[in-house]
């Protein structure tokens, strides 16, 4: 009989864990790439209004996911430099979390379209798992808004 209860228990706690880490990854549940596969078009947004309070846990968590390996510290490399003024897809949040989560490639199949050019022609690959929740993706453009205050201008602006 107690054999019987403590297997029910341990079926019960591994049937709920799924749900646990949904809860976990944020808004959405799941990874940031089923944040972004999942949410209305226009609708995310970062729930860190004071970017800078955040920057240094995005800058680790930007390290930590290898971002450097293609933008290096801001500044570029084999990946456009994230200090300039040119933000291929838009700069607001909702793309931003987009481009990072699925890649270029998959933004455009949302229906996300270029809307400036820049030297560096490669795709962005997908990211969305690599990165494990929302919350750290979010930290992620946090820093990028530190390193670049300009993208944080009309950084809530709906994407178009």
Not at 117 to 141: A, C, L, R, T
Request: aromatic residues 6%.
């Amino acid at each position: 009989m107690l054999r019987t209860f403590v297997v029910g228990l341990l079926l019960l706690a591994s049937a709920s864990a799924p749900a646990l880490a949904a809860q976990e990854g944020g808004a959405g549940g799941g990874s940031p790439l089923e944040t972004a596969r999942k949410a209305e078009k226009g609708s995310l947004k970062s729930p860190y209004a004071d970017y800078a309070s955040v920057a240094e846990d995005g800058r680790k968590v930007y390290l930590a996911a290898g971002c450097n390996g293609c933008h290096g510290m801001g500044g570029g490399g084999m990946g456009p430099p994230l200090t300039n003024q040119v933000w291929v897809y838009g700069k607001d949040d909702d793309t931003l979390f987009r481009l990072t989560a699925l890649g270029s490639d998959e933004l455009q199949k949302q229906g996300y379209s270029r809307k400036g050019s820049e030297n560096v022609v490669g795709p962005m690959p997908p990211f969305g798992q690599i990165v494990k929740s929302d919350d750290d993706m979010w930290k992620i453009i946090a820093w990028i808004r530190s390193v670049n205050p300009d993208s944080a201008s009309d950084s809530s602006a709906s994407a178009q």
